[in-house]
């Protein structure tokens, strides 16, 4: 899978998230995993991609890190 993939499939999943929770609930990297087919270390990446690049939000849960869809990328 090609970076832009993963990315687009990241932003996919955390947007399915938002909408289904009213943007109240975060999904964590490990769940990315499971609903992504590529290893570990390449959705790191682009997670970090992500967040440098401020399109998405990094929150502590309880359990770990959670990933929201931010409200207004800029």
Same mark, same amino acid.
């Given at each position: 899978?090609?970076?832009?993939?993963?990315?687009?499939? *990241?932003? $996919?999943?955390?947007?399915?998230? +938002?909408?289904?929770?009213?943007?109240?609930?975060?999904?964590?990297?490990?769940?990315?995993?499971?609903?992504?087919?590529?290893?570990?270390?390449? *959705?790191? $990446?682009?997670?970090?991609?992500? +967040?440098?690049?401020?399109?998405?939000?990094?929150?502590?849960?309880?359990?770990?890190?959670?990933?929201?869809?931010?409200?207004?990328?800029?």
């Amino acid at each position: 899978m090609e970076a832009t993939e993963i990315r687009q499939k *990241i932003l $996919e999943i955390i947007d399915k998230k +938002h909408k289904s929770s009213n943007g109240h609930c975060g999904v964590s990297p490990v769940a990315l995993k499971f609903g992504i087919e590529a290893g570990y270390k390449s *959705i790191a $990446e682009q997670l970090n991609y992500l +967040h440098e690049n401020n399109m998405i939000l990094v929150r502590n849960g309880i359990n770990g890190y959670l990933l929201f869809k931010k409200k207004n990328p800029s």
